[in-house]
């Protein structure tokens, strides 16, 4: 089993909609979430960081945490063809240091006009 | 401001090669990481350093060597290039311990072993 484990996809929503990116993971005693955007050809940028249960918040995106379930979720709303990229989720598994992250292989998100 | 920056931004090289990968920050970040991305796996940590002599191994460390004698420089070599790194490397810096902080991703080098 994949210590993070997204779906490839590739995901397809209009313009618009709501589209949910979701990620498990192995280790139950994991702390720290994290969601990372990576357009075609360059370098992961972090959008959202997540610590405890429940939703958070900031500006079209949200980002779900159900530690419980071993499950983290992001919602981008209004989605827009700017939001088209691969997004990766990122978890730092307690069995390991506070310097070493884990990424699942990404989501590529397509956002039609 | 230049941020962080990776030289070069594709190589070529060959099986048996020792190849150099540069790093350089401007923001005296303490800490520095190396990653590569591959297909199916997402980004995996090679190694980290957490100040000018002190670096950890990270998830796929064999088969690279780092060292950090200035805080702004973190190179990666790998002493005898395979195949199986053939890879995008991206360096990494956050200003201080914990993943809760923000790390800052390089542009990434290209790299192909032939």
């Known amino acids: 089993q994949k210590e993070v484990e997204q779906n490839s996809g590739p995901l397809s929503v209009p313009e618009g909609a709501i589209a949910s990116l979701n990620c498990t993971y192995s280790?139950?005693?994991?702390?720290?979430f994290f969601w990372y955007r990576q357009y075609s050809g360059k370098s992961p940028e972090l959008i959202m960081s997540?610590?405890?249960?429940g939703d958070k918040e900031d500006g079209r995106f949200t980002a779900q945490l159900n530690k419980a379930s071993q499950y983290v979720s992001l919602l981008i709303r209004d989605s827009q063809p700017s939001d088209s990229a691969t997004y990766l989720c990122?978890?730092?598994?307690?069995?390991?240091?506070?310097?070493?992250?884990?990424f699942g292989a990404g989501t590529r998100l397509t956002v039609k006009p | 401001d230049a941020g962080i920056t990776q030289s070069p931004r594709y190589k070529i090289t060959e099986t048996g090669r020792q190849v150099t990968l540069m790093c350089h920050q401007t923001?005296?970040?303490?800490?520095m990481f190396w990653y590569r991305q591959d297909l199916g796996h997402g980004l995996r940590l090679i190694y980290y350093?957490?100040?000018?002599?002190?670096?950890d191994k990270g998830e796929v460390p064999d088969g690279y060597v780092v060292s950090r004698s200035k805080t702004e420089n973190f190179p990666l070599t790998l002493e005898s290039a395979t195949r199986s790194q053939t890879s995008v490397y991206f360096c990494?810096?956050?200003?201080?311990?914990?993943?809760?902080?923000?790390?800052?991703f390089g542009p990434g080098t290209r790299l192909l072993v032939l």
């Open positions: 990494a810096s956050s200003r201080t311990s914990g993943v809760q902080e923000t790390q800052y």
């Open positions: 280790d139950r005693g994991s702390q720290s």
């Open positions: 997540i610590y405890s249960n």
């Open positions: 990122a978890v730092n598994p307690a069995l390991y240091n506070n310097n070493d992250m884990r």
């Open positions: 923001w005296s970040h303490s800490y």
């Open positions: 350093s957490a100040a000018a002599d002190i670096t």
